[in-house]
């Protein structure tokens, strides 16, 4: 089994900044491409952030310039920090890894930490 779990979520003014964090446990081989997704109500889950396992990553465009993903593969960790935030930005963010279990390759997701962008 594999475990996700996210911490740093919360609530910020406008403006304000916030760092997530997601770290896996559990049979791991490897891991491949880690990343951040979110959700908001009434809308289907995003993608936020993407990071390969050399540290290439990917952005949406709507937090490029504000946001920078980063990991730690001695660690299983993923990072976001998040600068700059918006009311729009308030989701449930989720950690999503690729992980091999030795030769099998699945997703694997954490259970989401909500973040409240508000004055």
């Known amino acids: 089994q594999v475990q996700l779990v996210e911490s740093g979520g919360g609530l910020v003014q406008p403006g304000g900044s916030l760092r997530l964090s997601c770290a896996a446990s559990?049979?791991?081989?490897?891991?491949?491409?880690m990343g951040w997704y979110r959700q908001a109500p009434g809308n289907e889950r995003a993608l936020v952030a993407t990071i390969t396992r050399g540290g290439r990553p990917v952005y949406a465009d709507s937090v490029k310039g504000r946001f920078t993903i980063s990991r730690d593969n001695a660690k299983s960790s993923v990072y976001l920090q998040m600068n700059s935030l918006k009311p729009e930005d308030t989701a449930v963010y989720y950690c999503?890894?690729?992980?091999?279990?030795?030769?099998?390759?699945?997703?694997?997701w954490g259970q989401g930490t909500q973040v409240t962008v508000s004055s």
């Open positions: 999503k890894a690729q992980v091999d279990t030795i030769g099998v390759i699945n997703d694997h």
């Open positions: 559990g049979m791991i081989f490897s891991i491949f491409d």
